[in-house]
């Protein structure tokens, strides 16, 4: 029987996560099944901790009821996730590039750091941000 590779299954976990707290709009259930009992936030906007992360975001997604979550790529090396999106806001906006990277500890996810930026309405290149 073949073992998967360890970077596969924290990709997919970290996919699963982001398809439950942001797509499915289940923040609560998200955190208790993938989040560490200790979660450290990089993000200055959010606290530590899995109850943190259920009001921050919680309310956050509260506020975009029509907000979905385009995953564009999940890369890992080892136990760190980076996670690549199109947030959009409601249909028809142009929304945000964000990217996540996780840090998984004991098949959960403890750490976070984000970067995000406005798609432009024009931009110096015809490359996307995506």
Same mark, same amino acid.
């Given at each position: 029987?073949?073992?998967?590779? /360890? !970077?596969?299954? @924290? +990709?997919?976990?970290? #996919? =699963?996560?982001?398809? *439950? &707290?942001? @797509?499915?709009? @289940?923040?609560? =259930?998200?955190?208790?099944?993938?989040?560490?009992?200790?979660?450290?936030?990089? @993000? /200055?906007?959010?606290?530590?901790? /899995?109850?943190?992360?259920?009001?921050?975001?919680?309310? %956050? $997604?509260?506020?975009?009821?029509?907000? +979905?979550?385009? $995953?564009?790529?999940? *890369? &890992?090396?080892?136990?760190?996730?980076? $996670?690549?999106?199109? *947030?959009? /806001?409601?249909?028809?906006?142009?929304? !945000? &590039?964000?990217? =996540? $990277?996780? #840090?998984?500890?004991?098949?959960? *996810?403890?750490?976070? %750091? =984000?970067?995000?930026?406005?798609?432009?309405? #024009?931009?110096?290149? #015809?490359?996307?941000?995506?």
């Amino acid at each position: 029987m073949m073992t998967q590779n /360890p !970077s596969e299954m @924290n +990709k997919k976990m970290v #996919r =699963d996560f982001y398809e *439950l &707290a942001f @797509n499915k709009r @289940n923040v609560k =259930d998200a955190a208790a099944m993938y989040l560490g009992k200790t979660y450290r936030q990089h @993000n /200055p906007m959010g606290g530590d901790g /899995p109850q943190a992360f259920v009001e921050a975001v919680g309310g %956050w $997604i509260a506020t975009m009821p029509k907000m +979905k979550v385009e $995953i564009k790529r999940v *890369l &890992a090396d080892g136990d760190l996730v980076a $996670i690549h999106s199109h *947030l959009i /806001p409601e249909p028809g906006a142009r929304g !945000s &590039a964000v990217m =996540d $990277i996780f #840090r998984v500890e004991n098949g959960k *996810l403890v750490e976070h %750091w =984000d970067a995000m930026q406005e798609v432009p309405e #024009r931009s110096a290149n #015809r490359n996307t941000m995506f």
